[in-house]
């Protein structure tokens, strides 16, 4: 029957059908959206909260009110809010917890950009200079439902002494629907590709290559800490041995040390780099001096070299994190040539830089008070960290962008 209609007819039928599935209501999906990006890491820490008290004890101890407390804090753990347990604070973030949430946000970010991309001006009114305000409100009430329910999960979760900080909460929940939560809209309703043509292209071109940059180096760091904890994987063992845990109490070690991975590969990336961290006041883990005292029985401290002067080969390490940022840019300098010298020294450099900056806001993020005493210093010194980073990977970025455009001017000079 379609076919009988006029042409004219028959197109704004079709266009109709397809922007209505692009028009939903924006306030509406964009704060459930928001919502949906909260609640759904919440309700599994909430449920592995209630598996957990199971698992202890059987149950015997406590109620299911107290699970799903539990599992409600670690949520806002994740989300830098702190705790206290017994009296004594807890403000290290479990990276993992805040990964899942980063990825959770984004999801749905897309999926609230696809719903709404039909709202505001076309591209080409746009293109004219049409102001459009689709991506800043959506990407407001997004931020805004994931507040709502971070506020809530807060004072649900709050008793005396467990010292939740509200504010920290809704400062990272911000964070993290504007970071990352505002640019998935912008993807997914298409006004990233328009934004983008009005970015320089030296920036353009460098953030891809920042991308390969910082996750080549997490990447190394992450083997690094792998290859340490299998080392010495019979001390993990001996400590979880020593404690004396049931296969439920077991159980729930593991989740936590799973949890804290993420932040065990931002302290691998701190000693790699040079500075290193440290696992207490007074003490120091870096490829020049290791200087240890009194541990907590933890399986992920295995990893840990031996305190004492390191072995010599450690010192050849400060090559690497140039090494790493040199092979990442000449990968993206091989897709995308360089027109010149010039954009091939600002690429390259803008490159490195910038992932150092990135991998050294991670390293600030990565640490915290743990426990009493000593314990309220754990983390890597995130200035010297952020400091090394910029310099070794915008050197090595430098070197790399140069090398693969000398390489290709000659290549094609041989070619001719």
Known sequence: MTSLLPPSTARSSTSVGHDLAHRRPLVLVATLGGAAAALGPLLVCLALGVVGWFLTDAGAHGSTGDGLRVGAWAWLLG??????????????VPLGLTLVSAWTVWRLGLRVGDSVSGHGPDADRIADGERDWTVPVAAGLLAAGYVVVAVVTCVLATDTGSGVATGRVVGWSLLLCLGLGAPAVAV???RAAIWAAV???????????????????LAVAAAAFLVALVLDLGTAANVLSQLHTDAGAATLLVLVSLLVVPNAVAFAGSYL??????????????????????????????????????????????????????????????????????EAVARGLAAGVLAGIAFGLLAGLAGGAVGPGRMRDVGPFELDVALHAITAFGVGGLVGALATTWWQRRSAAVAD
């Not at 292209?201 to 460098?206: D, K, N």
């Not at 891809?208 to 996750?215: D, G, Y």
């Open 79 to 92: 989300h830098g809010s702190g705790i206290r347990v017994e009296g004594v604070p807890v403000t290290a």
């Open 188 to 190: 997914g309703s298409g």
């Open 199 to 217: 970015v320089p292209p030296v920036l353009r071109l460098a953030l891809p290559a920042c991308r390969l940059v910082l996750l080549g180096w």
């Open 273 to 342: 780099l040079g500075p290193g961290f440290s696992v207490g006041a007074g003490t120091l883990v870096s490829p020049t001096a290791v200087v240890l005292g009194p541990l907590p029985m933890f399986p992920l401290l295995a990893a840990l070299p031996d305190a004492g002067p390191p072995p010599a080969w450690t010192a050849y390490l400060a090559v690497l994190p140039a090494l790493v940022a040199a092979v990442a840019v000449a990968r993206h300098h091989r897709l995308v040539p360089a027109d010149g010298w010039g």
